[in-house]
């Protein structure tokens, strides 16, 4: 078992128990000590358990996927290697559509100093983008979100349908052989206007998101034009992304 798939299967367990012991561990993902522990530190940093005497247990403040603060401190690395190549995909004078969620707040930093008409409906990205003196900000309407700081419902769909895009650069909460999905089926609803509108669709996700299918369907893998992840992702997820002919960039 490779590594990339080592660390999904452990980040499974650990959200579906509190505590599991090194032996049940190592048989689980079929590997030797030192590389079980290898694989625990790691996600130890990543927050999503803490290692301790004879085995490890979930942390307290794992994965949130509600919860857009906590995310932004996730994978906060990656996410900024990705931001600036996913940046790097938007022209001067485009309309792009900046989805919510924590990896696209930090595209719509790279982006702020770029002459561009953005339309969101994320907050936290308005607040990016308030002074930016050469972006004209357009706001959806819709129902506010405090924990994803996001307006989203009938409202923010109809604003989204009555537009069209250049570029929809967009989060994902897992990506799969049967497509995108996500946690909140409101963000799926303004997401899927959003995919409908834009002329060129970015997915932006960290390796993370990977092998994990959230719980409500956004959309196939061939409604993405370009994704963009980083250079932890695993070999076999490029080849099924590859196969489909959509771009990968891994920042």
Same mark, same amino acid.
């Given at each position: 078992?490779?590594?990339?798939?080592?660390?999904?299967?452990?980040?499974?367990?650990?959200?579906?128990?509190?505590?599991?012991?090194?032996?049940?561990?190592?048989?689980?993902?079929?590997?030797?000590?030192?590389?079980?522990?290898?694989?625990?530190?790691? *996600?130890? !940093?990543? #927050?999503?358990?803490?290692?301790?005497?004879? =085995? $490890? %247990?979930?942390? +307290?403040?794992? /994965?949130?996927?509600?919860?857009?603060?906590?995310?932004?401190?996730?994978?906060?690395?990656?996410?900024?290697?990705?931001?600036?190549?996913?940046?790097?995909?938007?022209?001067?004078?485009?309309?792009?559509?900046?989805?919510?969620?924590?990896?696209?707040?930090?595209?719509?930093?790279?982006?702020?100093?770029?002459?561009?008409?953005?339309?969101?409906?994320?907050?936290?990205?308005?607040?990016?983008?308030?002074?930016?003196?050469?972006?004209? *900000?357009? !706001?959806? #309407?819709?129902?506010?979100?405090?924990?994803? =700081? $996001? %307006?989203?419902? +009938?409202?923010? /769909?109809?604003?989204?349908?009555?537009?069209?895009?250049?570029?929809?650069?967009?989060?994902?909460?897992?990506?799969?052989?049967?497509?995108?999905?996500?946690?909140?089926?409101?963000?799926?609803?303004?997401?899927?206007?959003?995919?409908?509108?834009?002329?060129?669709?970015?997915?932006?996700?960290?390796?993370?998101?990977?092998?994990?299918?959230?719980?409500?369907?956004?959309?196939?893998?061939?409604?993405?034009?370009?994704?963009?992840?980083?250079?932890? !992702?695993?070999?076999?997820?490029?080849?099924?992304?590859?196969?489909?002919?959509?771009?990968?960039?891994?920042?």
């Amino acid at each position: 078992m490779k590594a990339a798939e080592r660390r999904l299967e452990l980040r499974g367990i650990f959200e579906r128990q509190e505590f599991a012991d090194l032996a049940a561990l190592r048989k689980r993902v079929r590997a030797s000590e030192s590389t079980l522990r290898r694989d625990l530190m790691a *996600l130890e !940093l990543e #927050g999503v358990l803490k290692r301790v005497h004879g =085995g $490890a %247990l979930a942390s +307290p403040e794992r /994965e949130q996927p509600y919860d857009f603060n906590w995310q932004s401190g996730r994978m906060a690395e990656a996410k900024a290697r990705i931001a600036r190549a996913a940046a790097a995909l938007v022209e001067d004078g485009q309309v792009v559509i900046l989805d919510g969620g924590s990896t696209v707040a930090a595209v719509a930093r790279e982006l702020a100093s770029r002459s561009l008409h953005v339309l969101t409906n994320s907050l936290p990205i308005a607040e990016l983008l308030q002074h930016a003196r050469q972006v004209e *900000l357009t !706001l959806t #309407g819709g129902t506010f979100d405090p924990r994803l =700081g $996001a %307006l989203l419902g +009938p409202l923010a /769909e109809h604003s989204l349908g009555a537009v069209a895009a250049d570029v929809l650069v967009a989060g994902t909460g897992g990506v799969t052989e049967s497509g995108f999905t996500n946690n909140n089926a409101l963000v799926v609803g303004s997401e899927r206007k959003m995919i409908e509108v834009a002329r060129r669709v970015v997915i932006v996700a960290d390796h993370t998101k990977f092998g994990r299918a959230a719980m409500f369907p956004l959309a196939p893998l061939d409604a993405a034009h370009v994704v963009v992840s980083d250079a932890g !992702l695993d070999s076999r997820y490029e080849d099924m992304l590859r196969a489909r002919g959509i771009r990968l960039i891994l920042a």
